[in-house]
């Protein structure tokens, strides 16, 4: 494991401070991925197998709807118990993305989370940024205190699940020896990975349907840049949703030369949303300058319109030139 022990240390007062407390709350980010699913799921398990006298429950705001096969959150508990609860955030990197409107009621706040630590928040804090996922660092917990804490397939399966999506399939950049450990760790407990795999990624007709069109709309800038534009108009017309929509950044995965590719999408509320990807580029400094941000390779933004998208296609393109320049051998 490559907890160091300054993590070890917080990951110790972390399990006390679960012993201490009848009452938990486990929550998220909003518009939550397969990452937020998996690890606030993993832990609520983890939590309830070891200490079934506790109330533990999983409450958010929002939810996903191409992750509800994993589960819907539990009934809120009232406002005097919200107060003398333990408040538990997984996978969210400010406070303001946090998916429950109670937050400042917690009588304490755990943050466990895996995105670079911007706008620290809670009375504990443990962020480990190399980290695969949130799922990830739930598992290496779990497995760091084997006479409390236990694995079981359901917890497994909710971490493997959020371990799959945040890692690309175990292909992404924080991707390691580590995380492939923690994953045989999870297999071992005899998860279901075909269905796994079938939940995750098999589309309806109708998404396969917008996904040809969408390619056929894919632009690249001079250097290469590769971007595509789902507009309200075909958000309508294949009858998607905004999730489905915002996939689409994937299908641009694997243009030779396009080491930046983006998908913006249009918002209901007149936003644009931006879904930023890269190899080898760090594109997250680009993504904070647009009001965005999240990790090296993949990132976050919302733009007030087309200008601000011409602007960072713009600063994306002239990125791109140059670390084309610097790295001859990469085409
Ligand atoms: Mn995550």
Redesign the pocket.
Known sequence: MKSSEQNMILQARILETIKAFDRIVICRHRRP?G??YGSTFGLREILRDAFPAKDIRLINDDHSDYLSFIGDDDLPFSDEEYRESLFIVL?TGTKDRVSQKHLNDAKFLIKID?HIDNLPYGDISWVEDARS??CEMVASFCLSFPETLRLSPVSASYLFTGMVT?TGRFRYEGTDGDTMRIAGALMDQGIDREMIFANLYMDPYDVVVFSANAMKNIRRTENGVAYLHVTTGMIKKYGITTEQASASVSLMDSIRGSFIYIAFIDYPDGTIRVRLRSRFIDIQKLASKYHGGGHANASGATLSGRKEMNALLRDADAILKEAKQAHKEWI
Request: proline share 0%.
């Open positions: 991925d990452d937020a996978d895996h996922s949130a945040d």
